[in-house]
């Protein structure tokens, strides 16, 4: 691949959405800057504001780990801030059980408000933990971050920095006041409501009055133009968001409609007894796989057994089930071949803990045979975790044939890539679920922070009607790629061999999903098309806005012939297609596949 530095796009580097403090992508709008991004060339490296939160550390976290260390540790040591004291336990255990740190000095510290409270008679939950380790184990902890979604939101520690500099954040040996969330910093409260139209002179030249500093001008529009509820709503909004999951709002609705409704919820579910107490909520999609494999773990007690990779999954769910616990038995290709290696696997007397795998998987957009692996796995004794983020719930019927679905709400339920967010869902006909609902309860932990889940419960109301319009977009793009000699495969769930496992999991009103992908005949035709492509270009997928990415280039770039002996191509351009006319969005892709010369 070649190396040249070319001219600099003007976009690349900066957040998508532009100007979205919280953005969860950032734009790399060419082949090149793709390459450049996974190389750390400082012409891609040294322009990014942002980058998708896991595999990038936020800059107002890395601030904020700055200033701990500077007042808490040595330059010599490093600072990872994670959103609960099990997780930095987690995180500390796990930095200590490997090379190059196992006899490394790690600490914990955990922070909260200071002051003294005389009505509290117990020592308060702080907000934020940072595990401190030597700089040697940066790299070490960067893994931890990205592989179990454990770290600390960008919200959180824009709140968390702004109490430490004001001196009322500290490590909680000292602290015994007890967090009274507002609704926001007070910088927003001075003659603003978010009720109340700003005055005519709030924004002048990039600065802002009212009651807005410099720099907030961006936020202030995201929040108030966002309709956005107060911080004190966020137990209120989490139910909301909980109730959208399980299936029992159907319709957009706002949050009163949400708390309100009491339609039987089995029908989108489809499975007897299912509640919304059955929904888990979880700082992030990748948390929630984390954190079902840690509670499978727990509730059977099997950490002698492997656990399965069915099918070639994004990328940090196998090393999740490779590095946290005994290993993984991995299909990558998840084929009925496959399935027929693990039948005879299991007649002789192997046994496993779990099998985790993707309805449709990323970026193949295959699916497996659930009805024969559910079935396999009561006959064996192993659980079944299926990830619908791809499908999602309004399109398919996956809870029926599996013990746990688990999701990034962070995609389309969100949809404005402005948010993380995850969850869990328990099959209540599972024949682990009495064993999985008293592990829940003993072990799970709320740690998604007020401000995520506003952003979150606000994003989600339009979800099912935009479910429908990406759904009929990705249809048309697929008819404008299908068979096009410059395209060498398309992948989508409706021209698939496995369309037929797809349809039988498919809802009576769901379409195929709004991601596909094509792979092209070599490099130099994939660039030609990828820096054509009129669209927003960077990680992520689930976007209001079609969005697109060389996925295994940014995916897999370390071990881009592992992934191609699965047939994942590294000339492969993944779309995720958004709300769009459907006309202009099909001849953007024309357009680009006009670039590629002959």
Request: some cysteine; overall charge negative; charged content about 25%.
């Amino acid at each position: 691949m070649s190396t040249t530095e070319p001219a600099i796009p003007a976009t690349l580097g900066q957040s998508i959405p532009p100007d979205t403090p919280h953005a969860v992508s950032v734009s790399l709008p060419t082949w090149k800057s793709n390459v450049g991004y996974e190389e750390g060339k400082s012409w891609v490296v040294s322009r990014m504001v942002t980058g998708y939160p896991r595999f990038y550390i936020h800059k107002i976290i890395q601030a904020l780990a700055t200033l701990i260390v500077r007042k808490y540790a040595t330059p010599d040591d490093g600072c990872l801030l994670l959103h609960s004291h099990g997780a930095a336990l987690r995180c500390a255990e796990f930095l200590q059980s490997c090379k190059p740190c196992a006899q490394s000095d790690v600490r914990i510290l955990d922070f909260a408000p200071g002051g003294s409270d005389p009505d509290s008679k117990d020592r308060p939950k702080p907000i934020i933990f940072a595990v401190i380790h030597p700089l040697d184990c940066a790299k070490l902890a960067k893994s931890f971050w990205q592989h179990t979604g454990e770290g600390v939101t960008s919200r959180r520690a824009e709140y968390c920095r702004r109490l430490f500099d004001e001196g009322l954040l500290v490590e909680s040996g000292h602290a015994s006041l007890p967090l009274k969330l507002s609704k926001g910093p007070r910088r927003y409260k001075k003659d603003l409501s978010y009720d109340d139209e700003p005055p005519p002179d709030a924004v002048q030249n990039g600065s802002t009055a009212g009651g807005l500093e410099n720099g907030d001008r961006a936020r202030f529009l995201e929040e108030r133009f966002g309709r956005n509820l107060g911080i004190e709503m966020s137990e209120r909004a989490k139910i909301a968001v909980r109730r959208r999951i399980s299936g029992s709002l159907t319709a957009d609705t706002d949050i009163d409609e949400a708390l309100e409704t009491s339609k039987d919820n089995r029908e989108m579910r489809d499975v007897a007894n299912f509640s919304v107490s059955d929904v888990y909520l979880y700082p992030g999609g990748m948390n929630s796989i984390f954190s079902t494999h840690r509670m499978i773990m727990l509730a059977r007690g099997a950490d002698c057994r492997k656990s399965i990779c069915f099918g070639f999954p994004y990328i940090d769910t196998l090393k999740v089930l490779e590095k946290f616990g005994p290993g993984a038995l991995f299909y990558g290709n998840g084929s009925d071949d496959d399935l027929d290696d693990l039948e005879k696997r299991l007649a002789s007397g192997e046994r496993y803990n779990a099998l985790y795998c993707e309805f449709p998987s990323n970026p193949l957009l295959k699916c497996p045979n659930l009805d024969r692996i559910y079935a396999l796995s009561r006959k064996h004794d192993f659980a079944v975790v299926v990830d619908e983020t791809v499908g999602n719930f309004l399109n398919i019927h996956v809870l029926p044939f599996a013990d746990v679905v688990v999701s990034s709400l962070t995609k389309i339920f969100s949809g404005d890539s402005n948010v993380m967010g995850g969850s869990a869902v328990l099959n209540p006909q599972s024949q682990y679920y009495s064993l999985f609902k008293q592990t829940w309860s003993e072990h799970y932990e709320d740690v998604m922070w007020p401000e995520d889940v506003i952003f979150l419960e606000r994003n989600s109301r339009d979800f099912v009607q935009r479910i429908a319009r990406i759904n009929s977009n990705a249809e048309a793009a697929c008819n404008a790629l299908l068979g096009h000699p410059k395209i060498k495969d398309l992948y989508y769930p409706r021209v698939n061999p496995s369309k037929k496992y797809y349809d039988a999991r498919k809802t009576p009103t769901g379409g195929y999903g709004g991601l596909l992908s094509a792979t092209f005949h070599n490099e130099a035709d994939a660039a030609a098309f990828f820096d054509d492509l009129n669209f927003d270009k960077g990680p992520s997928l689930g976007t209001n806005f079609t969005l697109a990415s060389p996925f295994v280039i940014l995916a897999h770039f370390t071990e881009l012939e592992w992934a191609e002996s699965f047939g994942v191509d590294r000339n492969l351009v993944r779309f995720s297609i958004g709300l769009e006319e459907t006309g202009d969005l099909v001849n953007k892709l024309k357009h680009a596949l006009a670039a590629i010369p002959l």
